[in-house]
């Protein structure tokens, strides 16, 4: 029996507003109750700082080492993490963990953005810009690396730096932009890898759920449930799912995430498969 274990992230990492802390609480209490799985906090909520990289980091480095802490002994137990963040920035410390750990996997990243910016390319200073580059070794976090970037297939950009074009047309990166066959094309460039999935919930048309950055021609639901029944066809050893709002503006009235769990389905049976259930409703809380 192979156990699925439920972490929410709370800490503050490169938040612009504060709608993505209580954004990831909601999608973790959905998935919880879906599922029947008890959920593990890790990180204290604070206000968005909207500052620039090494600001950000420096201030979400504690949330960040105990989120790494707990996918850590997530995976030496050999269990799946399924993992609420608020920020992609947040995966600075889960890649390098899902690397260690299972150097064979493909990492699928669904973002409207490639996150392969470093502090010496990216124009905006954006630490969540950076969120493979440092996982993949492009800079030095101090969050560790070891993510190949040939176990990395992007899925959905449409809004790309200069350094990043440079890498995806250099063959160091597989993208699969949105478009006609998507799914035969993802099938392809996952090879029949085990796959550990990012899902920023920018990479879907604007207007279907609340996120911080909004792109144009992105994915549809149909378009991201053809996209989980590929990636259930092979082993799926992990989803994290990142920047959902719980409401269109400060203040708003909230927004269910239910809807995007739905089209994760055929990914959260496959993540599922063989569960030992935790006790239901129990919170562990990691400060």
């Given amino acids: 029996m192979t156990e699925v274990a439920i972490t929410l992230f709370q800490g503050r990492v490169a938040d612009h507003n504060n709608l993505a802390i209580p954004g990831a609480k909601s999608v973790a209490r959905v998935l919880g109750e879906q599922l029947d799985l008890a959920v593990t906090v890790v990180g204290t909520p604070a206000p968005a700082l909207h500052e620039g990289w090494q600001v950000e980091l420096d201030a979400a480095k504690p949330g960040l080492r105990a989120l790494a802490e707990q996918l850590d002994a997530v995976f030496a137990r050999h269990a799946r993490p399924l993992t609420a963040l608020n ?15 299972r150097p064979d996997a ?3 990243w669904l973002d409207a953005h490639a996150d392969l910016n470093t502090p010496a390319t990216s124009s905006s200073g954006y630490l969540g810009g950076m969120a ?7 800079w030095t976090s101090g969050l560790g690396a070891g993510l190949a970037l040939s176990n990395v297939v992007l899925v959905g950009q449409r809004d790309l730096d200069p350094a990043e074009i440079h890498l995806i047309e250099s063959g160091a990166v597989t993208h699969l932009p949105v478009g006609a066959g998507l799914d035969q ?19 879907l048309d604007p207007g279907i759920v609340p996120t911080d950055y909004v792109s144009d021609n992105g994915l549809s639901l149909y378009d991201l449930r053809a996209a989980c029944l590929v990636l259930a066809e092979h082993e799926v050893i992990g989803l994290e799912i990142a920047e959902f709002q719980n409401a269109w503006e400060e203040g708003g009235e909230p927004v269910s995430p239910a809807h995007l769990i739905d089209a994760l389905a055929p990914v959260l ?19």
């Fill in 87 to 101: 920020r992609c920035a947040a995966s600075l410390a889960t890649l390098p963990v899902v690397a260690r750990h």
């Fill in 106 to 108: 493909c990492v699928v």
């Fill in 132 to 138: 493979i580059s440092g996982p993949a070794g492009l």
């Fill in 185 to 203: 094309r993802l099938r392809a460039a996952v090879a029949g890898r085990a796959v550990y999935i990012h899902l920023d919930c920018d990479v």
């Fill in 269 to 287: 049976k496959a993540l599922g498969r063989s569960v030992q259930p935790q006790a239901a409703g129990q919170v562990a809380e990691h400060r």
